[in-house]
């Protein structure tokens, strides 16, 4: 946990810098030591990962990774590239939640299996494909439908159950009744 800490850190103080709109010496400080940390422990996993993977790690690209990151985020929290701020952006963000959640293991267990058997550069071209593909479907076709029904009938379900009163047009009180009987006759 300890190894992620500093990009969680990271994350809050842009945060706070996106609240406030400035960087000060402080915030700027904490994320320039996070910025160190960060590159430190993926020093420490590139050499953990030679002995997984036969392969070897270029420490400039890793920390031009790792700069390259925290310098996006900074520009986009303080406003200086407005040129992102497209729909299709906002939805490759919602995308990266599920691809999150599913990419480390998912991604060992391709690598682990498929290693040594076909080329590195197809696996990783084939596993980031699948993986976006994945999330994609998760957000469309699951998390998207999901938020919107809760969004659409929590409010109400929360309103009927804390016996409040409803005023709604769309939706009878009596559809509610229903809905919360056959909630409670499961």
Same mark, same amino acid.
Do not use: D
């Given at each position: 946990m300890f190894e992620?800490?500093?990009?969680?850190?990271?994350?809050?103080?842009?945060?706070?810098?996106y609240n406030s709109k400035k960087i000060n010496i402080k915030n700027g400080t904490a994320?320039?030591?996070? /910025? @160190?940390?960060?590159t430190f422990h993926r020093m420490i996993y590139?050499?953990?990962?030679? &002995?997984?993977?036969?392969?070897? /790690?270029?420490?400039?690209?890793?920390?031009?990774? @790792?700069?390259?990151?925290?310098? &996006?985020?900074?520009?986009? &929290?303080?406003?200086?590239l407005k040129w992102l701020n497209k729909p299709y952006f906002l939805y490759l963000g919602i995308m990266t939640y599920p691809l999150y959640l599913q990419n480390q293991r998912i991604g060992y267990i391709i690598f682990n299996?498929?290693?040594?058997?076909?080329?590195?550069?197809? @696996?990783?071209?084939g596993t980031v494909t699948?993986?976006?593909?994945?999330?994609?479907n998760i957000v469309k076709y699951i998390a998207g439908p999901l938020f919107n029904f809760i969004e659409k009938y929590l409010d109400i379900l929360i309103d009927f159950f804390l016996d409040l009163r409803y005023k709604s047009t769309s939706i009878e009180t009596k559809g509610i009744e229903k809905m919360s009987n056959s909630i409670s006759d499961k």
């Open positions: 992620w800490s500093p990009a969680f850190i990271a994350g809050m103080l842009m945060a706070e810098i994320i320039l030591i996070c /910025f @160190i940390l960060s590139a050499k953990i990962a030679i &002995i997984i993977y036969p392969e070897t /790690f270029s420490k400039p690209i890793i920390v031009a990774v @790792i700069f390259a990151v925290y310098a &996006i985020m900074l520009l986009v &929290i303080l406003g200086r299996n498929l290693m040594g058997h076909y080329n590195k550069y197809l @696996i990783l071209a699948l993986m976006i593909t994945a999330s994609f």
